[in-house]
């Protein structure tokens, strides 16, 4: 999200659909400032000002500790899932690979698309990637059946 704002693009489109005096607030959860909402446990956002580009722009060039020791935000829950995530993937997509045939080459495209339904941020990202797993594992069990079965599907 730092690059993003970061980059310059942001700013140049900013300059041109805004003219005069205008006022930046950044609605953000950091993982590691943000309180948690004491009846559903999400982290609530808070208002920053423009102030915020600065620490942003930071933030952008510290990309290169991801993943390392120094990597604050790789502690996170969601990090750690992410992490998770990328390994089932490579042993899910090792599972397709094995049994890949014309027939069921559309099944096999629709599992490898699935991560790409994981978009957001927190609980958003949380429920995204639940219901994306609940569809993986329908589509393995009618991927894995035998063709007879599948194609009674």
């Not at 930071?58 to 790789?74: E, N, Y």
């Amino acid at each position: 999200v730092a690059r993003l704002y970061t980059d310059g693009e942001f700013l140049a489109k900013l300059r041109e659909s805004f003219a005069g005096d205008y006022r930046l607030r950044f609605h953000l959860a950091p993982p590691l400032l943000a309180r948690r909402d004491p009846i559903n446990g999400q982290l609530q956002k808070r208002e920053y000002g423009g102030w915020m580009l600065p620490v942003l722009k930071a933030l952008a060039r510290l990309k290169f500790l991801r993943g390392g020791v120094f990597d604050v935000f790789g502690y996170t829950a969601e990090r750690r899932m992410e992490r998770r995530l990328i390994g089932d993937y490579q042993k899910t997509m090792e599972t397709v690979l094995a049994g890949l045939d014309h027939e069921n080459h559309a099944l096999a495209l629709e599992i490898a698309n699935l991560p790409q339904q994981m978009r957001g941020f927190g609980h958003i990202k949380d429920a995204n990637v639940a219901q994306a797993l609940a569809r993986q594992a329908e589509l393995l069990a009618s991927y894995t059946a035998p063709s007879a079965q599948r194609s009674a599907a």
